[in-house]
């Protein structure tokens, strides 16, 4: 299996994740010459995002989720769901609700990462937004998640890499606080996570790669924020 992915990609990392910790390994071919918006790529994926399963069969697997399920599936061992269906289901809605209600607000807010092109009323709108979504998401983590049978789950796949960008993007657009830290739960789940071995080592490649790509474009880098 081929996975198209990069070393700042928080989504990305969900899937290194999963796949260490089932010990699934996975080929990480360079993406086609042209990047996500060139022919190549949109033929594989016409989303024009990343990360992106190939399976042997060629057949491909889009969006993080999905691909997380497909891991699931496909390499039920170590499992990374609980076996009671409404524990998964709250596993489920953990990472739905920090998708669509906090990931969606960071990403409307790349347009304006660039202080010159920034309309502070789309951003102050969105920043809003991402705070009432990590809100709901700290009132769920007020009772812990469920445990897996592996010693993560797929909660533990795409909330810390999602806090994680929750915090680079903050710094980046400027805000005085991270708005993760307004909640104890989810700084107290993050430093957790962070003391996790696979997960761990994954934030700490995403946090090294981020900082040299941001020192390379002639930024500050973030690394001291996680
Ligand atoms: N909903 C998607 C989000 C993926 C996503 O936003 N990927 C970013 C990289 S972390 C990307 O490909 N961005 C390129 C772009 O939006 O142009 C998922 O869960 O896979």
Redesign the pocket.
């Known amino acids: 299996m081929k996975l198209y992915?990069?070393g700042?990609?928080?989504?990305?990392?969900?899937v290194t994740i999963a796949a260490r910790a089932k010990g699934i390994e996975l080929e990480r071919p360079a993406l086609p010459a042209g990047g996500?918006?060139g022919p190549e790529f949109l033929a594989i994926n016409p989303?024009?995002?990343?990360?992106v399963l190939v399976l042997e069969t060629a057949q491909v697997i889009?969006?993080?989720?999905?691909?997380l399920h497909y891991l699931e599936d496909r390499f039920p061992k170590p499992s990374l769901l609980p076996r009671d269906p409404a524990e998964r289901a709250r596993i489920d809605v953990a990472v739905r609700v920090m998708?669509t209600y906090v990931?969606a607000s960071v990403?409307r807010t790349?347009p304006h990462l660039d202080p010159a092109k920034r309309d502070a009323r789309v951003v102050d709108d969105e920043v809003r937004r991402w705070k009432d979504g990590l809100a709901v998401v700290a009132g769920y983590l007020a009772e812990p998640l469920p445990r897996a049978e592996a010693d993560v789950s797929l909660a533990d796949c795409?909330l810390p890499t999602a806090l994680h960008?929750s915090t680079r993007i903050a710094a980046m657009l400027g805000l005085e606080e991270d708005p993760m830290k307004a909640h104890p739960v989810l700084v107290d789940y993050y430093q957790r996570m962070k003391a996790q071995p696979i997960v761990g080592a994954v934030l700490r490649d995403l946090t090294e790669y981020q900082s040299q790509t941001d020192v390379k474009a002639g930024r500050p880098s973030l690394a001291d924020r996680h």
């Open positions: 992915s990069s700042n990609s928080p989504f990305g990392a969900r996500l918006k989303i024009a995002k990343i990360p889009v969006e993080s989720d999905a691909i998708d990931m990403i790349f795409a960008l």
